[in-house]
């Protein structure tokens, strides 16, 4: 019923910048919050961060001063701003979106974000 389609991923050199998107289409009446999950090869998925349409967020601690994620209603569409990147924030990201943090029920494809040193 939701489809999110996520961009924005590719290779960058450690202390550079990324912005990953993520547009939603479909019954967007259901989507109360989104958020960015990244998982590594051979490790759990781990929320990145999650933004709820009145514009609470919060995030990982791995994460916090240097990822940003905002929301923009009217385009039905979620960023994450990455600065400093690191090699350990490497991972594939995904986007997702639900009723509420506790529920994403939608989940995006993926896109690899690969940080060289």
């Known amino acids: 019923q939701v489809q999110l389609v996520e961009s924005g991923g590719g290779l960058v050199q450690a202390g550079g910048s990324l912005r990953l998107s993520c547009a939603a289409s479909?019954?967007?009446?259901?989507?109360?919050?989104m958020g960015w999950y990244r998982q590594a090869p051979g490790k759990q998925r781990e929320l990145v961060a999650a933004?709820?349409?009145?514009?609470?967020?919060n995030y990982a601690d791995s994460v916090k001063g240097r990822f940003t994620i905002s929301r923009d209603n009217a385009k039905n569409t979620v960023y994450l701003q990455m600065n400093s990147l690191k090699p350990e924030d490497t991972a594939v990201y995904y986007c997702s979106a639900g009723a509420s943090v506790y529920a994403f029920d939608y989940w995006g494809q993926g896109t690899q974000v690969t940080v060289s040193s």
């Open positions: 479909g019954s967007i009446f259901s989507i109360n919050a």
């Open positions: 933004i709820t349409s009145g514009g609470s967020t």
